[in-house]
C-alpha cells in the first residue's frame, strides 16, 4: 500500500515495479546489479483514483505519461535498489498528491481606470523614447 494522504492510498496490485541496471558509476558492479526501477502505475485504470485527481493527472503535459495513460517513473538516483523503489515511490506519491489539490477557479475582473491609464501612458512614454532615437533613412525604396 502506498499512502498518498488521509483519503487516498494506492494498492499494490496496481503499482508495476522493474529493476532495470543503472547507468552512471559504479564500477563492476553496475553491470552485475539491477538497481534502477522503473515504477508503472496505469492512472487511466486505477480503480481507487477519484475522478478529479485521474482528469488532472491526465490532463498534464508530461513526458511520463504514456499514450495509454500509464505514468512510468524512472529512479536510478541511487546505488541501492531500496533507495531507489522508495526514491521511485515517493515521486509518484508527490504527483499524486499535487493532483489531489483542486486549482481554484479565477475570478475574472476588469482593469481599473488608474490602471488603464498608467498602461497608456507607459506606451506614450515608450512610443516618445522610441521617436528620439537615431533618424536614419528608414524609407522604403
Not at 475522478?51 to 508530461?62: E, K, N, P, Q, S
Not at 476588469?110 to 516618445?128: F, L
Request: no cysteine; net charge positive.
Amino acid at each position: 500500500m502506498l499512502a498518498i494522504n488521509d483519503d487516498l492510498t494506492i494498492p499494490e496490485d496496481e503499482l508495476v515495479e522493474r529493476f532495470v541496471r543503472a547507468a552512471g558509476p559504479g564500477g563492476q558492479n553496475v553491470n552485475k546489479v539491477s538497481s534502477a526501477v522503473e515504477l508503472r502505475f496505469d492512472v487511466a485504470s486505477s480503480r481507487v483514483l477519484p475522478d478529479g485527481v485521474r482528469a488532472r493527472m491526465l490532463a498534464r503535459r508530461d513526458r511520463r505519461l504514456t499514450d495509454e495513460g500509464v505514468l512510468v517513473i524512472q529512479a536510478n538516483r541511487f546505488r541501492d535498489q531500496a533507495k531507489n523503489r522508495e526514491d521511485a515511490r515517493e515521486r509518484l506519491a508527490e504527483l499524486l498528491r499535487a493532483a489531489t489539490i483542486a486549482p481554484k477557479r479565477r475570478i475574472a475582473t476588469r482593469p481599473t481606470r488608474a490602471s488603464k491609464e498608467r498602461r497608456i501612458d507607459a506606451k506614450k512614454t515608450r512610443s516618445a523614447i522610441k521617436r528620439t532615437r537615431g533618424g536614419g533613412n528608414w524609407s522604403a525604396e
